[in-house]
T-cell receptor
Framework: DQQVKQNSPSLSVQEGRISILNCDYT??????FLWYKKYPAEGPTFLIS?????DKNEDGRFTVFLNKSAKHLSLHIVPSQPGDSAVYFC???????????FGTGTRLKVLA | KAGVTQTPRYLIKTRGQQVTLSCSPI?????VSWYQQTPGQGLQFLFE???????NKGNFPGRFSGRQFSNSRSEMNVSTLELGDSALYLC????????????FGEGSWLTVV
């Protein structure tokens, strides 16, 4: 039972344009969400988080949007840079469980 | 400050052997969790420790175990290794509160032959 889904295995975007990575979840109890990027042979690097009490959080070029009614979150990267090319994972957690459920990742390629 | 440190980075083991992986969390972090990443499976939660107590564990067989020491360092052990245990094992640390961000180490690549 895949509770967190990233339905797009890959995405290509031109440098300077917006990258939008999507994530859907099925469990309405999730109340904290994280985004990570991962380069090959490295551990995931934390990007940005959002709590279920918010619908938007920004940090520099990264913005995460949360739509609780649709059980959907998205990560926007503006402007996209070649160095952003990596695999992006979303993760969700329920308070008090101390574990995260991860999506299977979306490979982003930013074309120069 | 130093990030999460995992050792060893790479190792090869034979079926039936056992392996111990080590993790040192970010200074001040008291929560350590472990995840397994295999191709096509994303990251799967193994267990989480806080102040030497396991607070949650994932759906893995009993061959997978862990512990945390008083200095917050953690180890995980896999006994009677199987070919399917070949994976990247990732350790993450956090402050330990609900809804807290976790930060990953570089991982330990285990190959079982």
């Amino acid at each position: 039972d895949q509770q967190v889904k990233q339905n797009s295995p890959s995405l290509s975007v031109q440098e300077g344009r917006i990258s939008i990575l999507n994530c859907d979840y099925t469990n309405s109890m999730f109340d904290y969400f994280l985004w990570y990027k991962k380069y090959p042979a490295e551990g995931p690097t934390f990007l940005i988080s959002i709590s279920s009490i918010k619908d938007k959080n920004e940090d520099g070029r990264f913005t995460v949007f949360l739509n609780k009614s649709a059980k959907h979150l998205s990560l926007h990267i503006v402007p996209s840079q070649p160095g952003d090319s990596a695999v992006y994972f979303c993760a969700a957690s329920i308070s008090g469980t101390y574990k995260y459920i991860f999506g299977t990742g979306t490979r982003l390629k930013v074309l120069a | 400050k130093a990030g999460v440190t995992q050792t060893p980075r790479y190792l090869i083991k034979t079926r039936g052997q056992q392996v111990t992986l080590s993790c040192s969390p970010i200074s001040g972090h008291r929560s350590v969790s472990w995840y397994q990443q295999t191709p096509g499976q994303g990251l799967q939660f193994l267990f989480e420790y806080f102040s030497e107590t396991q607070r949650n564990k994932g759906n893995f067989p009993g061959r997978f175990s862990g512990r945390q020491f008083s200095n917050s360092r953690s180890e995980m052990n896999v006994s009677t290794l199987e070919l399917g245990d070949s994976a990247l094992y990732l350790c993450a640390s956090g402050t330990g509160g609900s809804g807290n961000t976790i930060y990953f180490g570089e991982g330990s690549w285990l190959t079982v032959v």
